[in-house]
């Protein structure tokens, strides 16, 4: 059994932890809010006070935070940032949804110091975290995954090694846009629908029916009909990806005309304060 420094007890981070914990590993938490650690040394955990003390205790590092500034943070702060703790060959993986530019910004930091890294963002939501299935996209060399993926098996059910650390992150933004897309259009459609004098359960019944919806769409369609917006995936971090979706295309001169049109939608939730809830509320911006 490993000893893995966890840093971000958010949403996501918690319940990976959990995992980690479960599986018989020696835990050692950190979070910028410290009371989002207690469920997890209740569990058996450790807390510590920065990301560099609780690296200090580990062989295995994993951050999982909000965005580039909070990774940054997380790593790289003066005085508190996890790679100043880093023992030689541990490794350092970061399993946030970040830009391509810090993203490789922090893979090269840690070669130019030979800490192994890995980019290993997530596909999946609070729901496949707590079952220890996720999908894991992960940048980085053969050897280095080698050397933890029966680790990543306690949470991911599927390792795909995708390349570098610009691939697994452009890959994680191409599928979020691609779903955030397709969920934005739903709701619109949905809203269309009703306005002819069909209910929301019977367009969703129909339109699950059909080969065009895909299988994580009824699951939002469902939520849709039922109008339940708890958040899992919620629309401030579906924005946020948009956000770097665009950026990245941006430095690539590419034309994302539907990624463009489609972040103001979520912006426009947003403003509408719905921020917080999941993705499905995008709905509500659209049905009655
Ligand atoms: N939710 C999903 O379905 C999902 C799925 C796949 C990937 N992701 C990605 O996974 C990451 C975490 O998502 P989540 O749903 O767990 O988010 P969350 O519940 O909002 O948690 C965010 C975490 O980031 C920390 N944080 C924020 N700003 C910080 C800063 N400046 N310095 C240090 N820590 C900071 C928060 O600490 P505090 O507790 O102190 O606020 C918290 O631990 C994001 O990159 C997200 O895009 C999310």
Redesign the pocket.
Known sequence: MTDIAF????????RIATQLLSAGHSLHVW???PA?CQPLVEQGATAYDSPKQAAEAAEVVIA????D???R??WLNGETGAMAGLQQGAIALE????TLGWSCELARKMAAHSHPFLAA??????PQ?EAGQ?IQLVGGDAATLDAVQSILKNHSAVIHPVGDATASMAL?LAI?TLFGIQVAALGEVLGLLQKTGMSSEIAISWLNQMPTTSAALKGIGALMANQNYA????I??VE??FRYAQEFAQSLEANVPVVEAVRQIYQQAQKSGYGADNIAGIAQLYVR
């Open positions: 840093l971000g007890m958010g949403a996501m981070g918690a979070n910028r809010t989002r999982m935070v909000a965005n500034e909070a990774s943070q997380v399993y946030s949804t970040l963002p997530v596909i999946g939501s609070r975290a996720l994680k979020n958040p899992l995936f919620p401030n971090l946020k990806d």
